[in-house]
């Protein structure tokens, strides 16, 4: 089984200031990470991911996320918010060695970006 | 392309009703996947098929849930008897086969009164 812990339920930030939004995963076998972003009443959109490779992966609208194997960790960060990036953010998680690829969220970090 | 598709984008019936929603995938996407989210949650999952074949289902999806995709094409998903609980958002997603990005529908938000 997989899990996926997300420590903050919510983080305020200023505008332009950097951000990390933290998570952490648990899983007895290799896995695929992901970062996804969600607006008010909408789905998700993919920010990220990490499949193999280098681990630092950047990703659409300035984000970035470094997979650190050994602590089972996989932050996001930016180096300067935007108040259009006030959103909830779900890290998750697939098995890498399964074949169906279906996703372990966890319970989500609301970004507030104020003025 | 014009993505994942999925209606009614909400839906409010009464405990005990029927309710069917459908989600019309990326054409060439062999795979769906449903999942449910509730307030303050993230997405939980459901079921999937490839192509038509419904090839696993979590124990989420009690008997009162059906889901299928003919042809290999749309989904639908059936919640017979609804009941308080089941007041959620319903996501679709699909992707090629391997390990690609799922995309995901806009949803259907479900409540039940």
């Known amino acids: 089984a997989q899990s996926v812990t997300q420590l903050d339920s919510q983080v305020p930030v200023f505008e332009e200031a950097p951000v990390e939004l933290r998570c952490n995963y648990s899983?007895?076998?290799?896995?695929?990470l992901f970062w996804y972003v969600q607006y008010p009443n909408q789905g998700l959109q993919l920010l990220l991911k990490?499949?193999?490779?280098?681990?630092l992966v950047k990703g659409i609208n300035g984000f970035e996320a470094e997979f650190n194997k050994s602590q089972t960790s996989f932050h996001l960060r930016k180096p300067s918010v935007h108040i259009s990036d006030t959103a909830e953010y779900f890290c998750?998680?697939?098995?890498?060695?399964?074949?169906?690829?279906?996703?372990?969220f966890g319970k989500g970090t609301l970004l507030t970006v104020n003025p | 392309d014009t993505g994942v598709s999925q209606n009614p984008r909400h839906k409010i019936t009464k405990r005990g009703q029927n309710v069917t929603f459908r989600c019309d995938p990326i054409s060439e996407h062999n795979r769906l996947y449903w999942y449910r989210q509730t307030l303050g949650q993230g997405p939980e999952f459901l079921t999937y098929?490839?192509?038509?074949?419904?090839?696993?289902k979590s124990r989420l999806l009690s008997d009162r849930f059906s889901a299928e995709r003919p042809k290999g094409s749309f989904s639908t998903l059936e919640i017979q008897r609804t009941e308080q609980g089941d007041s959620a958002m319903y996501l679709c997603?699909?992707?090629?086969?391997?390990?690609?990005?799922?995309?995901f529908g806009q949803g259907t938000r479900l409540t039940v009164v």
């Open positions: 990490y499949l193999s490779g280098s681990t």
């Open positions: 098929f490839q192509n038509e074949a419904q090839l696993e």
């Open positions: 899983s007895s076998v290799s896995v695929y």
């Open positions: 997603a699909s992707s090629l086969l391997g390990p690609r990005e799922a995309f």
């Open positions: 998750a998680v697939s098995n890498s060695g399964g074949s169906n690829y279906k996703l372990t």
